[in-house]
């Protein structure tokens, strides 16, 4: 079996990209949101082709029922569970 390193590498420049926009923060908080938010987005809402269209939670047997409008409903979801633990 080949090994193959393209979806850590595309990773890895989404992350690049990402670091190389901290500069336009005044603070640390706000990049290290982004880089939370980006890995959030990346794990568990964009589909990924080498997975057959499935994210990375999905593939790992983790699937949230998020339906068509993804990012929205993570955020409700994540609004219930801050309530809960409160």
Not at 6 to 23: L, V
Not at 47 to 61: D, I, S, V, Y
Request: proline share 3%; net charge positive.
């Amino acid at each position: 079996m080949e090994h193959n390193n393209n979806p850590i590498e595309r990773y890895n420049r989404e992350i690049k990209r990402n670091n190389a926009a901290r500069g336009a923060f005044q603070t640390s908080e706000g990049s290290e949101s982004t880089t939370s938010l980006q890995n959030i987005i990346y794990n568990h809402i964009t589909p990924h082709e080498t997975l057959n269209e499935k994210t990375p939670a999905q593939a790992a047997g983790i699937d949230l029922l998020l339906g068509q409008n993804k990012l929205l409903n993570l955020i409700k979801l994540a609004r219930r569970l801050e309530m809960m633990i409160r």
